[in-house]
């Protein structure tokens, strides 16, 4: 048998993209292509498991049972989303204790929105509404990614996070319709997770330096600019049936374009806050180490069970 040329296999790879059918893990794909699925995944995995920490922080002082019910399925879904995300990167060939060490180390980014605290029991409301919505602008096109196993991933994930997004629209809803105390409550949190919110869906255009060869791939379907724009279109009419403001004093109704016009979030914040210097950064890092050294037992017994099955399958096996 002769071995297939690769010019051959990165035509197959680019007709497969042209025909937009998915790459899948034992197909061949440039090295280039699967760093920037395994940065890209990873980032997200991180995410989904950091972004635990903040609405966790309100699991022991939710107002009812019925919402600390609520809120503890909502971050046990955030961990299940981790999950599938790391499983898709191992389908790549690297494992999720790579990427955690990775994560602990510092050495791979999560997303910059969950560098902020949570200070009032508002924000499991804002942060449901405002950053699920985002995350469901920014992962509904991921769905129809190039790489099988992330897009299969993301369909699941994207049902679960509607249901997030209404849980906190709905909490928000009730606040409102409560007492004055509580409609400040809730304006207030608006008004600090408004911009990092925007910032969620990465760097303007001009300067993401990865998404004109992610496009060219199909790993990402839209622009980071796009995006934003569809999350403020979505988001305004939704604020204002709220009866909250939004803290943009640019934000109107574009006639010409069919779209809003809104304020720049401050970019020089975000670059801290990617670079580990955010309000939270070493905090949540710290937890998510302390949590990986508490759990260390843990993996050592499945690992000692899983070997214990094997060798008593083994000498089953034998006896036979
Ligand atoms: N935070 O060239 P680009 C969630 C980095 S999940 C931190 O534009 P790209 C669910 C970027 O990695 C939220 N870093 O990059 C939930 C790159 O760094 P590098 C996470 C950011 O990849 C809800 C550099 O800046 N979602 O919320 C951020 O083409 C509630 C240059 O940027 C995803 O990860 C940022 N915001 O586009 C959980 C979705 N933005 O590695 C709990 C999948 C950019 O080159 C509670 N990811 N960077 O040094 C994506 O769609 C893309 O990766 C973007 C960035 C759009 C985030």
């Known amino acids: 048998m002769t ?30 292509y699967r760093a920037t699925l395994v940065r890209q995944i990873a980032q997200h995995a991180h995410s989904e498991v950091i972004g635990m920490q903040p609405e966790g922080n309100w699991v022991t002082r939710a107002p009812s049972l019925r919402r600390k019910a609520v809120l503890l399925a909502k971050v046990q879904d955030e961990a299940g989303h981790g999950l599938y995300l790391y499983s898709a990167c191992e389908t790549l060939g690297t ?3 790579e990427l ?3 994560l602990i180390s510092g050495r791979q980014k999560y997303s910059s929105i969950f560098n902020y605290p949570t200070l009032s029991y508002a924000d499991v409301g804002t942060i449901g509404w405002l950053v699920d919505g985002a995350a469901i602008c920014n992962q509904v096109p991921l769905c129809r990614t190039s790489f099988g196993p992330y897009g299969r991933a993301m369909i699941r994930i994207c049902k679960e996070e509607s249901f997030h997004q209404r849980q906190g629209y709905e909490l928000l809803m009730t606040m409102m319709r409560g ?16 911009w990092p919110a925007l910032m969620m869906f990465g760097p303007p255009d001009a300067d993401s330096p990865n998404t004109e ?24 009419p939704q604020a204002r049936a709220l009866g909250v403001t939004l803290p943009d004093p640019e934000l109107r109704w574009d006639e010409q374009r069919q779209a809003h016009h809104f304020g720049q979030p401050d970019w020089a914040e975000f670059k801290q806050v990617v670079s580990g210097n955010g309000p939270c950064n070493a905090q949540r890092v710290a937890h998510r180490k302390r949590a990986h050294d508490e759990g260390a037992w843990v993996r050592e017994a499945a690992t000692a069970f899983a070997a214990k099955q094997a060798a008593a399958a083994e000498e089953t096996g034998d006896r036979r």
Do not use: C, Y
């Open 3 to 32: 071995a297939t040329a690769e010019p051959e296999l990165a035509e197959h790879f680019e007709a497969t993209l042209r025909r937009n059918d998915r790459i899948e893990p034992r197909d061949w794909m440039p090295e280039a």
């Open 213 to 236: 060869r992610s496009m060219a791939w199909g790993i990402k379907r839209n622009t980071n600019d796009e995006l934003r724009q569809k999350f403020v279109d979505m988001t305004v």
């Open 179 to 194: 007492t004055d105390e509580q409609r400040a409550m809730v304006q207030e949190s608006v008004d600090r997770f408004w």
């Open 100 to 102: 955690t060490e990775k």
């Open 95 to 97: 494992s999720r204790r």
